[in-house]
């Protein structure tokens, strides 16, 4: 896996333009595999949430324990300056007056320093009949403002159904659903709370949600990579 295969340029005007980007074949199909595979492995987790019982949806998830493993702490790092660039400038648009540290281990400590202490970085399974609900992952007052999808699973062979949705409700308009069915190995970095959209008197907080149609059949399996710790 290589980050420097990655073209932030462009991704930046993605996420500029529509507040989401889609970087394809990122993870090599064994890392995939590892992921999976590792699902079963409970010291690799400090909790499970069965979604049905929060009314989050129907299906299953786990947070991660530290350390991570290795292909995720490693994008999570390298991932993080890059997106701080962006989520400044979006921060300046908006005359918000927080600056994102440069390196993720500073944020990281940032997040400590209010109590925000647990790793959420996280694997979902979904099996027949499971869905995601519209949500934001936000955990605490401090937050990064982007973060990521990685899709272990390749839609139409492993199953159907299960398409990643975005929603952009702008302020005073009707919602907008976005519709993604990315393949195995691509990864999908979207905002966490709201894009920066541009109106005839300036820049406006546009807010999305992000979530998962009900599949119709087989297994999906995705990792989420988000960049605050949690209260
Ligand atoms: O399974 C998905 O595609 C969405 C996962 C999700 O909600 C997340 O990673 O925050
Ligand atoms: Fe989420």
Redesign the pocket.
């Known amino acids: 896996m290589n980050i420097n295969s990655i073209n932030w340029q462009n991704v930046k005007a993605d996420l500029d333009e529509q507040g989401y980007a889609v970087i394809p074949s990122l993870i090599p199909t064994e890392i995939c595999s590892q992921l999976i595979a590792s699902y079963t492995q409970a010291d690799l987790y400090r909790s499970t949430i069965v979604m049905k019982r929060y009314n989050f949806g129907k299906?299953e998830?786990k947070y991660f324990a530290y350390p991570l493993p290795e292909s995720i702490a490693y994008l999570r790092n390298e991932m993080y300056s890059p997106l701080s660039k962006i989520a400044n400038e979006w921060n300046q648009k908006l005359g918000i007056h927080f600056t994102y540290p440069e390196k993720h281990a500073d944020f990281i400590e940032a997040c400590h320093q209010q109590n925000q202490c647990r790793p959420t970085p996280?694997i979902?399974k979904?099996e027949k009949g499971d869905f995601?609900t519209l949500?934001q992952?936000l955990y605490g007052d401090l937050y990064f403002p982007f973060?990521?999808?990685l899709?272990l699973t390749q839609v139409n062979e492993d199953y159907t159904g299960?398409e990643?949705v975005l929603i952009e409700q702008k302020p005073r308009l009707q919602s907008q659903a976005i519709v993604l069915q990315p393949n195995r190995g691509d990864m999908?970095i979207f905002t966490t709370n709201f894009r920066v959209a541009k109106g005839t008197r300036g820049y406006f907080r546009s807010p999305m949600k992000?979530?998962?149609s009900k599949l119709h059949s087989g297994n999906?399996?995705?990792?989420?990579?988000?960049f605050h710790d949690a209260k």
Do not use: E, P, S, W
């Open positions: 299906g998830y996280l979902l979904y995601n949500h992952d973060q990521a999808v899709f299960g990643f999908v992000h979530g998962v999906r399996y995705t990792v989420g990579i988000i």
